[in-house]
């Protein structure tokens, strides 16, 4: 497959943005087993899915308020102090990006679970995302990886042929349900290891 890939597809959090709701409740809570519990049975990151995959955030921010009252303020954090959640760009990665625009041999997409409502500050933010072709949001498709659906929206939209693609993202569920629809796979485990991949692709040289 190395010779064959025309198409690059980047996940953007994790991958090439850091984002860590960490960076907020790490002040929040001063006890790192209350931050955990909130994480695993309050704010949790199926929760958060759930407005990447379109549900507005007010609204999901007012029920868990009801269902956890003695943590409303953290909860109203989650979304209220979101932009202190990005890190900033995962720089290392973003040289690669660059790189592979430079050739010019490779269609650039990306394919993100991200709130409708937040992904503007995104793309103010970071510049690098207009070295994409397309960008397919989540929450903006009212889907979320990894439901096949859509990965075949960026597909069929973008005229991808899934056998000459590679996907990368930082989640191996993720990248294994790109797998399945006929794609290459790269679980994103840091920079370094991602160029190494690429280059046995021959994606980069």
Same mark, same amino acid.
């Given at each position: 497959?190395?010779?064959?890939?025309?198409?690059?597809?980047?996940?953007?959090?994790?991958?090439? +943005?850091?984002? $860590?709701?960490?960076y907020?409740?790490?002040?929040?809570?001063k006890? /790192?087993? /209350?931050?955990?519990?909130?994480?695993q049975?309050?704010?949790t990151? /199926?929760?958060n899915?759930?407005?990447?995959?379109?549900?507005?955030?007010?609204?999901?921010?007012?029920?868990?308020?009801? /269902?956890?009252?003695? %943590?409303?303020?953290?909860?109203?954090? %989650?979304?209220?102090?979101?932009?202190?959640?990005?890190?900033?760009? +995962?720089?290392?990665?973003?040289? +690669?990006?660059?790189?592979?625009?430079?050739?010019?041999?490779?269609?650039?997409?990306?394919?993100?679970?991200?709130?409708?409502?937040?992904?503007?500050?995104?793309? @103010?933010?970071?510049?690098?995302?207009?070295l994409?072709?397309?960008?397919?949001?989540?929450?903006?498709?009212?889907?979320?990886?990894?439901?096949?659906?859509? %990965?075949?929206?960026?597909?069929?939209? %973008?005229?991808? $042929?899934?056998?000459?693609?590679?996907? +990368?993202?930082?989640?191996?569920?993720?990248? @294994?349900?790109?797998?399945?629809?006929?794609?290459?796979?790269?679980?994103?485990?840091?920079?370094?290891?991602?160029?190494?991949?690429?280059?046995?692709?021959?994606?980069l040289?």
């Open positions: 497959m190395s010779s064959k890939i025309q198409t690059v597809i980047f996940d953007l959090g994790g991958v090439l +943005i850091d984002w $860590n709701p960490e907020v409740f790490r002040e929040i809570f006890d /790192e087993a /209350e931050m955990r519990h909130f994480f049975e309050v704010c990151p /199926e929760w899915v759930q407005q990447d995959a379109g549900r507005p955030l007010a609204a999901a921010t007012e029920e868990k308020a009801r /269902e956890f009252p003695e %943590y409303e303020s953290a909860i109203r954090a %989650y979304y209220g102090r979101w932009q202190q959640m990005l890190g900033g760009p +995962i720089e290392a990665s973003v040289r +690669i990006l660059e790189q592979i625009h430079a050739r010019g041999n490779h269609r650039l997409y990306a394919l993100t679970n991200w709130s409708q409502e937040t992904f503007p500050i995104a793309q @103010e933010r970071f510049g690098f995302l207009e994409f072709e397309g960008i397919v949001v989540s929450g903006r498709e009212k889907l979320a990886k990894p439901d096949p659906r859509i %990965y075949r929206t960026l597909l069929h939209r %973008y005229r991808v $042929n899934a056998e000459t693609a590679v996907f +990368i993202d930082d989640l191996s569920a993720n990248v @294994e349900a790109a797998r399945q629809l006929g794609m290459a796979g790269i679980h994103f485990q840091g920079a370094e290891r991602l160029r190494a991949q690429l280059e046995a692709l021959e994606v040289v």
